[in-house]
């Protein structure tokens, strides 16, 4: 669906084009219909010969009600500039023809109205003044039209190229993340409270439930109706009215949000693409100013932030927007700047980023980083958001972005291809920040083995302590594709480097063969790991290289033998038991020959692998 949007200068007749073109009257407030003018927004539709409806917002021209113009025009597809054909172009005119450019709405008509009220010589002077406003920006070629109310041809006409320009308009993308910014909020009794708003995405159905922000309070669209008739769904660009339970009408506000998404990114600070208006006299915009923020219906005070002392007008520069609430807001949205209390539009741009945090553009990769989102393609917006992140779930990538999670994943699978990043299950990594991450662990892992040669591995915990801020799904997700690449080897959280070997020297080989004889030779009196390692005190390294490599076995109380020796002590008794019902530990003291000291931890040992069990203080075969 297209909408339009009026614009121009106080009492050139806008409301009465509309009038002309639906048969609405889209003056509603009581004070505009006394006064004869435009206050707020009002809304009207018109169905074209194919059947369609076409939205138009009408907004007001005095410039005390600008705020309320820019709330009404920055949710339309196309414009309609009129222009009284006996005033001619007006400051009104230029400010709202200067925020249609701020806008980047590129389609539209220019109406001179009241024709029949200006002579004709007028009516050319008039015309060529419009032609000399939009010469070198008319890229689109936008019709100027003739118009009166009293003249049903020019009504014919001007019908007709409403209908023709909306054909032209390139169909909405579908991003699947339904958004309305809250225009109007009344109550109907017997109904409860009712909002309405332009549906910038997505669809929105009765009965469901949805989310309002800032509050991030749950609601239920009770009933929709689009231009005037009941719908259970309401499309994509439409004007829509909601009928909501589970909030009361003062809970709502203009300027609030309407999504059918339960959570959204947020941010207090906003990164933004910046241009002053061009001004015949100069006008300075001095850095940390406050300023007034319309995007959507929208409107907020914060202040500006940018790397010089002052923008001069005509200036473009990439700014910080400082508020003090979040905004929820997409990546592309246009928005109006206007400086607080004076009535004056002074520029306009386009969200690049939402921040949780200030930054100051004295670090120039501010400026570097925004450039390369600039120009708003997905595949900038994706390596810029790693770059920044370095890593981030697939599902929360550029949530708030003007792309469907469908091209995102497209074009994540494209850039994996190419190298640009990396893919992991359902993360995505700064490609550079990976390989660092691989190089670091990698490196790591060489001087660990360097340092410690008698080492089989080390625990993936110290490896993970080693890299501080990584989170643990990451780590988890690095030593996964370090294994699968055969470039480490894990095994029971010890991780090593995958070509690792130990080659004992000759005199290794001659220390561990007298800390196996030692044990050997002690098979009556086995060592705690305490005692061993004070008898072999500068062979320590080796004590735990025996361990690891099952030589050496430890017993509770941190008892010390040899597997060999084990296995001849869990033999007997094995053997006894099958000759006699159970063992007492006397009975393993008089058959081994050791103290109690040894024997209770050996007959642990055995019940632990399930070979005898203990009933009383006797043991059993299992």
Known sequence: MVIFG????????????????????ADRLPEEKSRGLTIDLGFAWLETTRGEKIGIIDVPGHENYIRNMITGITTVDAFLLVVDGKEGWMPQ???????????????????????????????????????DKITGINKFNIPILKFSINDKDSIDLLRHEVESVSSLIPLKKDLNKPR????????????????????????????QSATLFPSKKTIRIRQIQSYNDSVEKAILGSRVA???????KEEVRRGDLISGLKALPSGNFLDVSFALLSRENPFRLKNGTE??????TKILRGTIIFSQKEMLSGEKSY???????????????????????????????????????????????????????????????????????KTIKKGLLLLNSPFSQVEIYQHLDNLNENSSLFLIDDRVVNNQFWNELISRVLANLKQKHSDYPLKK?????????????????????????LVEENSIAVKDGMVSLFEHTIELTESEEKVREEILQYLNENINSLPTEKELQNVFSKNIEMINYLKEMGEVIKLADDICLTPAIYEN????????????????????????????????????????????KRIGNERTLC
């Open 6 to 25: 009026t614009a121009g200068h106080i009492d050139h007749g806008k409301t009465s084009v509309i009038q002309g073109l639906t048969g609405i009257d």
């Open 93 to 131: 005119t230029e400010e709202h023809f200067q925020i249609i450019r701020l806008l980047d709405i590129n389609y539209g008509l220019v109406i001179i109205t009241k024709t029949d009220l200006a002579s004709p010589e007028r009516i050319a002077e008039t015309e060529q003044q419009i032609k």
């Open 180 to 207: 309305l910014f809250v225009d109007r909020v009344f109550e109907i009794k017997g109904s409860g409270t009712v909002v309405t708003g332009t549906l910038l995405d997505g669809n929105l159905y009765q009965n």
């Open 242 to 248: 909601l009928n909501l339970s589970g909030i009361k």
């Open 291 to 296: 300023v007034e923020f319309i995007s959507h």
């Open 319 to 389: 700014v910080q927007l400082r508020f003090k609430e979040p905004l929820w807001l997409i990546i592309g949205d246009h928005f109006i700047i206007r400086l607080p209390g004076s009535n004056e539009t002074i520029g306009g741009g386009r969200v690049l980023a939402l921040q949780e945090d200030k930054h100051s553009f004295h670090n120039p990769y501010w400026e570097k980083w925004l450039e390369s989102r600039s120009k708003l393609d997905i595949n900038s917006l994706i390596l810029s958001e790693l770059e920044k992140y």
């Open 457 to 481: 591995g080390f625990p993936s915990i110290q490896l993970k302590n080693e890299l501080p801020g990584l989170s643990e799904e990451l780590f988890d997700n690095l030593l996964k594709y």
């Open 569 to 612: 002590m869990k033999d007997e008794i094995v053997a006894f038991l099958k000759k006699n019902k159970s063992i007492t530990i006397g009975q393993v003291r008089d058959l081994l020959h050791i103290s109690r000291k040894y024997i209770v931890p050996l007959l642990t040992r055995m019940d632990e692998e399930g070979i005898t």
